[in-house]
T-cell receptor
Framework: GDSVTQMEGPVTLSEEAFLTINCTYT??????LFWYVQYPGEGLQLLLK?????DKGSNKGFEATYRKETTSFHLEKGSVQVSDSAVYFC????????????FGSGTRLSIRP | SAVISQKPSRDICQRGTSLTIQCQVD?????MFWYRQQPGQSLTLIAT?????????ESGFVIDKFPISRPNLTFSTLTVSNMSPEDSSIYLC?????????????FGPGTRLLVL
């Protein structure tokens, strides 16, 4: 079945460091891919998305490129801030999943000042 | 985007009691869902709330434990019945909004439930 695998956390970085959170997927059909972020004590927010191969989603300095050849959607940011500390979820939907979103297990990111 | 509100935002309940969570969306949506996020874990779909008919439950979830109402296209409720400490979770309402031929799923802020 469809699934999402993302790197396990927690990930701890210093402020201004480069961030990569890996995400790979397995899906039938042509999935849409998403990154959601959950800040401490808050609900889930859509961070960025990409709906077809080679699309790049971007928001708040974060980027992720839909790589069909490697079935990946890695999240990157060039210079992280303390305010980026949160849990990040990679997710997908496919037509075959009837719009049900499938989440990865989440990666907790902590940024040190 | 979609503006989704949930009430209550958090609650502490005694075992054996029930809690009803409300979800309000800023405009009509066809598809509405309820998720559970247990401590330190990812989200699990409980059910799809269908307007005008019974909700569609995922494996492991039943209507007697999680009755759902969907009286119109902007509102839904989820009841957590006969609660036990294992029901302590964040419960999230979610909707799908379509723009052109693209669908995006949005989530409410969640209801944090602690069962003692």
């Amino acid at each position: 079945g469809d699934s999402v695998t993302q790197m396990e956390g927690p990930v701890t970085l210093s402020e201004e460091a480069f961030l990569t959170i890996n995400c790979t997927y397995t899906a039938t059909g042509y999935p849409s891919l998403f990154w959601y972020v959950q800040y401490p004590g808050e609900g889930l927010q859509l961070l960025l998305k990409a709906t077809k191969a080679d699309d790049k989603g971007s928001n708040k300095g974060f980027e992720a490129t839909y790589r069909k050849e490697t079935t990946s959607f890695h999240l990157e940011k060039g210079s992280v801030q303390v305010s980026d500390s949160a849990v990040y979820f990679c997710a997908l939907t496919t037509y075959s999943s009837a719009s049900k979103i499938i989440f990865g297990s989440g990666t907790r990111l902590s940024i040190r000042p | 985007s979609a503006v989704i509100s949930q009430k209550p935002s958090r609650d502490i309940c005694q075992r054996g009691t029930s809690l009803t969570i409300q979800c309000q969306v800023d405009s009509q949506v066809t598809m509405m869902f309820w998720y559970r996020q247990q401590p330190g874990q990812s989200l699990t779909l409980i059910a799809t709330a269908n307007q005008g008919s019974e909700a569609t439950y995922e494996s492991g979830f039943v209507i007697d434990k999680f009755p759902i109402s969907r009286p119109n296209l902007t509102f839904s409720t989820l009841t957590v019945s006969n609660m036990s400490p294992e029901d302590s979770s964040i419960y999230l309402c979610s909707v799908i909004r379509t723009s052109g031929n693209q669908e995006t799923q949005y989530f409410g802020p969640g209801t944090r439930l602690l069962v003692l």
